[in-house]
DNA sequence: GGAAGCCGGGG
DNA sequence: GTGTACGGCTTCC
């Protein structure tokens, strides 16, 4: 018998004959599936072990067998005994026990993945073997393999369960689960009822039926999902919601687990995903589907609940829908299915694991074929930040026709170049980093990263031309899903390499990356500068220069050459990306805007970078006013924007602004929670809402406009929706923030902040002209 | 300037 | 379960 299977994800189970490794996945038809394979066992490896440990493991009862072997560590082949023992639980023990007497390697690595990694398997595979009904399983299909095949990968339709709890902010009862069931392009709702033991039973049967493969929900893993473990464990209601009847765990105090199924919150992928300000379900389900959550006070949430029942169930429901909604809009999905693809993991792997899993996952295999050994994962961690990459200073001003060239994947070129690696990093290198660190030529041994990169930008490209000759356009998506996951993943190996301890690196190798890429942009940019042009700005792998042409087709031309000619004599492929027409920066670097002009299908787009304000203290007319004059400076009209931006403040500084543009929220927890609440903000609006007559529990959210900055700490009042505000806001505190934010921009034009705020000139020094000086006064970093 | 603290979502 | 884990901003030292 056969299937072919997508992996969802994977684990073991201790049964009475073993172990059994189980990986749970759905079939092309869209079946559910577990395959069971028994017999794996887990081992590790021991570097030049003494006698006395030998003698002791061989003693011991829990170990299967010792073997013999060659293995590759630290610069040179090295007797190494591979041990292999019964449970793959007791590994950590046996780990550190035999690390008080040698180095071991391979010894951390989860059970599963291991199996994954020995039987070489892709995210997608081929189960041989036998149906066996086992009622163990919720899945619709029990095989007992014999063998597992990789197969070309496809991307089924996963049954995808939101679900969202309602409970009382008194004591925690929990009054109704709502669902939504996202299953063949459709959508099906309902909720569980009764009192709140059968209702966490009712709600087990009902995922327990539906059987899905993702559960989601809005922000699940850090509430819903912890009332309804605790609730159950309270009321003895046995949460076994996994495919193998097993119950979540919560991981880490942070995401949950469920064998056989992928738990993914809802909110977590929009903050993945998404940069927003707000991110709440409310917020959220506006900008991206354009409706909101029905109207239930939900502070008061036991009263709603007494007064209308219907209503609170269909609100509940509702926010199970619309996180199921949200989930599905932003494709996070096909996208970790895609990643699932290139890193030969199960879904649940690569959504679940930190990025220096996805490249274990190819390293290790591959180390594993050549003999090398795996070291374990150091302990260490946050240590020794290498140099990152060069960013040209720029100068403030407005430039005209900007070509942007880029390079394709710098630094995953800059290691195939320079045959980077920890398998090439050796005091005999012939290459030598501008850091002094030295490795090995290609033909002296090729390292197994820059191998690896090698294959993976091979098949990007091959991907990158199967979109091209898409026939469709559910085929092109398809191929540009998994051309853009494979860019991911090759950006990843530089990010782990990076990072400082990774277990197959070290910070000398991560340095001698960025510093051989510096050293290539720099010279890059001398030459364009010898050759008289001028280059405006560049950060890691872009290059902004002026085209000498003042048209379009002229500077189209004029880049496309250029980036053909650097990449033929550096070895590297330069991408000439667009042309910004005008570009605008105030002189600060990462810090520019600029409007695209080409290539055509981003004509007209606006680019800002690093002007955002997050801030958690901001308000709308802060980024309102900056928007409204970046637009004035790129219509051209440079007059314009500083005359915007003097009315701007100056009519905040009269108090002629919209009220609701001057308010600040934030959540509040328990007073008792902050060390100095007195000086928070948000505790006083809170305090005085009190006094007011409202209601306040610990997590609500406060609005409150400043009364008064003068003080040493700020007055606030709340600010109430819809009701009048009878207080002045502290107009010269508002002002002074805006006028913050514009002199930003303004200050290139030679008007600073006291010039916004009072009209009046404060430096002798007046605007263009003064280059040297400028660049001292406005070079900050 | 780096480490520690806190928020954000949810009822 | 051979894994111990957010990301960004602010305040503190």
């Known amino acids: 018998m056969e299937e072919e299977v997508r992996l969802i994800s994977a684990s073991y189970s201790r049964e009475e004959d073993g172990v059994v490794v189980e990986l749970y996945g759905k079939t092309k038809e869209g079946k559910s599936i577990v395959g069971r394979y028994h017999g794996f066992l887990p081992y590790f490896y021991l570097v030049e072990p003494p006698a006395v440990l030998l003698e002791k493991l061989s003693e011991d009862e829990e170990i299967k067998n010792m073997e013999d072997v060659e293995l590759w560590y630290r610069g040179k082949m090295r007797k190494c005994v591979k041990v292999t023992l019964s449970s793959p639980w007791k590994t950590p023990n046996y780990r550190r026990f035999a690390s008080e007497f040698c180095e071991v390697l391979a010894a951390d690595i989860p059970f599963h993945q291991r199996f994954i990694y020995d039987f070489d398997l892709g995210s997608c595979v081929k189960f041989v073997g036998d149906y066996k009904p086992n009622d163990k399983y919720t899945a619709e299909i029990v095989m007992e393999l014999e063998s597992v095949e990789n197969i ?13 709890i309602e409970n009382s902010m008194k004591d925690g009862t929990i009054f109704t689960i709502g669902y939504a069931i996202w299953e063949n392009g459709e959508i099906k709702e309902g909720h569980v009822e009764g009192d709140e033991k059968e209702l966490l039973e009712n709600f087990v049967k009902v995922i327990r039926k539906e059987d899905p493969d993702v559960i989601t929900g809005y922000n699940i893993d850090g509430y819903d999902l912890e009332v309804i473990t605790d609730r159950a464990k309270k009321l003895g209601v046995e949460l076994n919601i996994g495919r193998d009847g097993s119950k979540p765990q919560r991981i880490g105090g942070q995401f949950w687990r469920v064998h056989g199924r992928v738990i993914e919150d809802a909110w977590w992928a929009v903050k993945k995903e998404l940069r927003l300000k707000q991110e709440s379900l409310e917020a959220v389900s506006q900008e991206l589907l354009g409706e909101g959550k029905m109207d239930v006070d939900r502070v008061n949430i036991d009263e709603e609940w007494e007064k209308d029942r219907d209503k609170v169930i269909k609100y509940c429901v509702k926010d199970a829908e619309l996180a199921l909604r ?6 996070i999905i096909g996208k970790y299915m895609d990643l699932a693809t290139v890193t030969k993991f199960p879904l649940d792997d690569v959504m679940h694991s930190g990025t220096s899993t996805w490249v274990d996952s190819l390293l290790i295999r591959e180390a594993d074929r050549r003999k090398i050994g795996v070291p374990l994962q150091g302990q260490e961690r946050k240590r020794g930040k290498i ?3 060069y960013v040209h200073s720029l100068e403030p001003g407005l430039y005209h026709w900007i070509c942007v060239l880029d390079f394709k994947s710098m630094y995953p070129s800059i290691i195939i170049k320079y045959n980077i690696c920890f398998t090439t990093l050796s005091e005999d290198g012939d290459i030598v980093s501008p850091t002094g660190a030295k490795f090995l030529s290609k033909e002296r041994r090729e390292g197994i990263i820059p191998k690896i990169l090698k294959d993976l930008m091979a098949k990007r490209d091959e991907l990158k031309r199967k979109m091209k000759e898409a026939a469709t356009e559910e085929e092109r998506n398809y191929y540009d899903g998994l051309q853009k ?118 004509r007209g787009e606006m680019i800002v970078r690093g002007y955002e304000i997050r801030r958690t203290d901001s308000f709308d007319l802060q980024s309102e006013a900056q928007k409204m004059v970046f637009e004035k400076i790129l219509d051209g009209d440079v007059e314009g924007a500083i005359s915007l931006a003097k009315e701007i403040v100056s009519k905040v500084r009269r108090g002629e602004v919209e009220i609701e543009k001057l308010v600040i929220s934030r959540t ?114």
């Open 485 to 602: 996951a494979v860019k991911i993943l090759m950006n990843t190996f530089y990010g782990v390499l990076a990072s400082s301890f990774y277990r197959f690196t070290d910070p000398r190798i991560g340095a001698s990356i960025t510093s051989f890429a510096r050293e290539t942009i720099r010279k890059i940019i001398g030459n364009l500068e010898s050759r008289g042009l001028k280059v405006v700005y560049g950060d890691t792998d872009s290059i902004f220069f002026e085209s000498p042409h003042q048209n379009l087709d002229g500077s189209v031309k004029f880049g496309t050459e250029m980036a053909k000619e650097i990449s033929e004599k550096e070895e590297l492929i330069l991408e000439f990306e667009k042309i910004l027409e005008p570009f605008f920066s105030h002189g600060a670097k990462k810090r520019y805007v600029g409007r695209i002009v080409w290539p055509e299908d981003k």
């Open 152 to 164: 070309e990968d496809f991307k089924p339709e996963l049954k995808i369960f939101s679900f969202d």
């Open 668 to 781: 509040v927890r328990d007073f008792k929670r902050y060390k100095n609440p007195n000086s928070m903000a948000n505790v006083q609006a809170a305090k005085k809402l009190m006094k007011k007559g409202f209601k306040f529990i610990p997590g609500m959210k406060v609005s409150w406009i400043v009364v008064n900055a003068r003080g040493s700490k700020q007055d606030v009042e709340p600010y109430i929706p819809g009701k009048e505000f009878p207080y002045r806001p502290d107009f010269q505190y508002y002002a002074r923030r805006i006028a913050e934010t514009l002199a930003r921009i303004t200050e290139v034009f030679g008007i600073d902040q006291e010039e916004l705020l009072t009209g009046k000139k404060q430096s002798s020094l007046s605007a263009f002209g003064e280059k040297k000086k400028m660049k001292t006064l406005f070079d900050y970093e």
């Open 326 to 331: 949200i989930l599905l809009k932003i494709g």
């Open 387 to 389: 140099e990152g990459g």
